[in-house]
């Protein structure tokens, strides 16, 4: 069994930042998941990938995300980290991680505003 908890969302002002945190626990939980992924979802419109990193370490980015999100990883902590500067009002939107690790596990998701 596997849980994931995101954390680290909030309110904030256009061109601010935030820090998103997913841990990870459970018997099934591996310390290198193939892939941890961040997913979006704004009102009304379809959830899409953010960013994702891999068990080698390799890192992937949204267009509309990079150069201003930065994926990282504590494998002892089983915590993946989604730091966001520059934020924009288009950023708006719940927050996923998703696990892949011949299974997948989605978090219950973390509230992202950013005001203009």
């Known amino acids: 069994q596997v849980q994931l908890v995101e954390s680290g969302g909030g309110l904030v002002q256009a061109g601010g930042s935030l820090r998103l945190s997913c841990v990870g626990s459970?018997?099934?939980?591996?310390?290198?998941?193939?892939?941890v992924g961040w997913y979006r979802q704004a009102p009304e419109k379809a959830r899409e990938f953010v960013a994702g990193?891999?068990?080698?370490?390799?890192?992937k980015y949204a267009d509309s995300v990079s150069g201003r999100f930065t994926i990282s990883r504590d494998i002892y902590k089983k915590t993946v980290y989604l730091q966001m500067n520059g934020l924009k009002p288009e950023d708006t939107g719940v927050y996923y991680c998703?696990?892949?690790?011949?299974?997948?596990?989605w978090g219950q998701g973390t509230q992202v505003t950013v005001s203009s």
């Open positions: 459970g018997s099934r939980m591996p310390l290198t998941p193939s892939a």
């Open positions: 990193i891999y068990a080698g370490g390799q890192t």
């Open positions: 998703k696990v892949v690790s011949g299974w997948e596990a």
